[in-house]
């Protein structure tokens, strides 16, 4: 869904170029429609694409549910200076049975 969205969003700027759909024109255009993608709020991330960064997503996308004893909190994924990953809380709920 989220290829789609970021697809759509680059077609669109692509067209307001002119450059006629099919043409080397257009595919010029939407290449650089893709890699022009700013901050577009997806399903599984926030996309900002650059012809150096073809993943498109950054760390706000390593969101984990997490539940224990029976407390459900989002955790951002993060990777420390040391290059290993730990979970920062960012908030927490109960759950009630």
């Known amino acids: 869904f989220d290829g789609w969205l970021v697809f759509v969003d680059a077609a669109k700027r692509a067209m307001a ?4 759909p099919g043409s080397s024109e257009f595919r010029a ?7 022009t993608t ?9 996309y900002t694409y650059t012809p150096a960064d073809r993943h498109g997503v950054d760390a ?18 993060h ?5 290993a990953l730990e979970l ?3 908030a927490g709920q109960a759950i009630e049975p």
């Open 17 to 20: 170029t002119g450059a006629k």
């Open 29 to 35: 255009a939407l290449r650089q429609a893709l890699f």
């Open 38 to 46: 700013k901050e577009l709020a997806g399903t599984q991330g926030v």
């Open 60 to 77: 706000r996308a390593r969101i984990l549910v997490q539940i224990e004893d029976g407390n459900a909190g989002l955790r951002l994924l």
């Open 79 to 83: 990777r420390v200076p040391d290059g």
């Open 88 to 90: 920062v809380e960012l």
